[in-house]
């Protein structure tokens, strides 16, 4: 089984380094407490060091859970859009598209007791990283 795991990781990782590198400052960067790295970022520079194939690996369940979860809230009642008109997901760019961000949907409505719209993101992480967040913010 690892030697299994080992070639899932390592394809990820190829396919990760053979995309084109992204020609704009994404707006979760912004609350980077490291300005510098934020500079770097804006400039395009590639980071010292990249994502492994595990952490890839991670990020990859975490974007499947979340088609999960938007079939989750509809069950339950709430009208939740995802994408635009043109099938794109939602997003803004700023600075002549050198600052841009996305947003996973909105929430039109919905049972009673919450606010709408409402901006949803979707975030999964494990029990772990979910007490340090609450714990750290």
Same mark, same amino acid.
């Given at each position: 089984?690892?030697?299994?795991?080992?070639?899932?990781?390592?394809?990820?990782?190829? *396919?990760? +380094?053979? =995309?084109?590198?992204?020609?704009? /400052?994404?707006?979760? $960067?912004? !609350?980077? &407490?490291?300005?510098?790295? @934020?500079?770097?970022?804006?400039?395009?520079? *590639?980071? +010292?060091? =990249?994502?492994?194939?595990?952490? /890839?690996?991670?990020? $990859?369940? !975490?974007? &499947?859970?979340?088609?999960? @979860?938007?079939?989750?809230?509809?069950?339950?009642?709430? +009208?939740?859009?995802?994408?635009?008109?043109?099938?794109?997901?939602?997003?803004?760019?700023? &600075?002549?598209?050198?600052?841009?961000?996305?947003?996973?949907?909105?929430?039109?409505?919905?049972?009673?007791?919450?606010?709408?719209?409402?901006?949803?993101?979707?975030?999964?992480?494990?029990?772990?990283?979910?007490?340090?967040?609450?714990?750290?913010?």
């Amino acid at each position: 089984m690892n030697n299994i795991n080992a070639l899932i990781e390592t394809a990820l990782q190829a *396919k990760s +380094d053979s =995309q084109n590198p992204r020609n704009y /400052l994404g707006a979760s $960067s912004l !609350g980077d &407490a490291c300005d510098r790295r @934020i500079q770097y970022q804006y400039m395009g520079l *590639k980071p +010292d060091t =990249q994502f492994t194939g595990k952490q /890839l690996q991670t990020f $990859s369940m !975490g974007h &499947a859970l979340e088609d999960l @979860i938007v079939d989750w809230l509809r069950l339950a009642g709430f +009208d939740l859009s995802t994408r635009n008109k043109s099938g794109d997901q939602y997003g803004f760019s700023v &600075a002549d598209g050198k600052i841009a961000g996305h947003i996973d949907g909105v929430l039109l409505s919905g049972p009673d007791g919450f606010s709408y719209p409402a901006l949803w993101e979707c975030k999964t992480m494990n029990n772990k990283y979910w007490r340090d967040c609450v714990s750290r913010g």
